[in-house]
């Protein structure tokens, strides 16, 4: 199941409100729509990728007839269920009057293994469902993130590994407006891309990749790393690299208006060690991050 909670102001934490069933939750996210019942009105929906029924989610939220301040009732009711091989993630990217749906297909074990096809969904301006309009190419992408930066919408998949080797590249994708679709803009190399975060920050738009390493090999210790969106070159530049240990994941975030980035590591599990995590503070005048732990 997936446990929605919802803030109490009184109590000073979180409540819990509605519990929807699902099969393997490996990620939730959320966005918003125009109402096509109520003018200047959006609907609220959550997504949520469902790995072990190889699905996404679409769940819409309706006001509950009894809900008070006290209760914190919620009541999400699922509109649409999208196919998704081993979805391991989900980014969401608006175009115009377009939403965008991107769901990384990590392993699909009834046809490629590794190499898999990662369906992209859209919800066009006047429609209330996904439909889907194209299939990306990649090696167990872990993780998709999205940016929309100089008017234009960026997609980025943390590919983890091919059946030999963690050390591929993983994908920059950007929209052409014309067709809709995502087109190839960049190869980055990465080893065991297991997370990433597209991120603006001090002007500038900024691309962070977790770099987990070979588990299937007991190799933990990777590069992670840092880069930077170069206008004139019109591509990502590497600016900085940092050595982590098993890292799953990275998260951007401001803290009394400092730039933070963290990144979660899994370490060594097997000998339970290197079992930290790191805190980073963005310096972009140098172009690198330095620790702040």
């Known amino acids: 199941a997936t446990w929605i909670h919802v803030w109490d102001n009184e109590k000073g934490e979180f409540a819990m409100a509605q519990g929807v069933a699902t099969a393997g939750p490996t990620q939730t996210d959320h966005f918003h729509r125009e109402s096509r019942k109520q003018a200047g009105h959006k609907d609220t929906f ?20 009894k809900a008070t301040k ?24 608006e175009s115009g009057d377009s939403i965008f749906l991107v769901a990384a297909s990590y392993y699909n074990g009834a046809a490629g293994g590794f ?29 998709a993130e ?6 234009r919408l960026l997609l980025f998949l943390s590919e983890d590994r091919n059946p030999e080797t963690t050390r591929i590249s993983s994908q920059v994708f950007e929209l052409n407006p014309k067709s809709k679709l995502f087109e190839v803009k960049q190869k980055i190399p ?61 998260e951007h975030f401001l803290f009394e208006g400092r ?17 930290k995590s790191y805190v980073f503070e963005l310096k972009a005048d140098c172009g690198s991050k330095k620790s702040e732990l």
């Open 146 to 151: 999205t940016a929309w930066y100089n008017g």
């Open 190 to 250: 990465t080893d065991g891309a297991y997370g990433s975060e597209l991120f603006e920050a001090q002007g500038r738009l900024w691309l962070c990749v977790a770099n987990f390493g070979d588990r299937a090999n007991d190799r933990y210790m990777a590069e992670s790393s840092l880069w930077v969106f170069d206008d004139i070159a019109d591509s990502f530049k590497k600016v900085h690299e940092f050595t982590t240990y098993g890292a799953t994941d990275i």
């Open 115 to 143: 190499a898999t096809e990662t369906p992209v969904y859209r919800m066009d301006a006047g429609k209330d469902k996904f439909e889907e309009v194209q299939e990306l190419a990649a090696n167990g992408p872990h993780d």
């Open 46 to 65: 959550l997504v949520v990728c469902e790995q072990f029924d190889d699905k996404v989610t679409i769940w819409k939220f309706h006001s509950p007839q």
């Open 259 to 275: 730039d933070i980035v963290a990144v979660s590591m899994e370490g060594d599990l097997k000998n339970k060690k290197l079992q």
């Open 70 to 93: 006290a209760t914190g009732m919620v009541d999400f009711r699922k509109v649409q269920t999208l196919p998704s091989p081993g979805s391991s993630s989900v980014a969401i990217g």
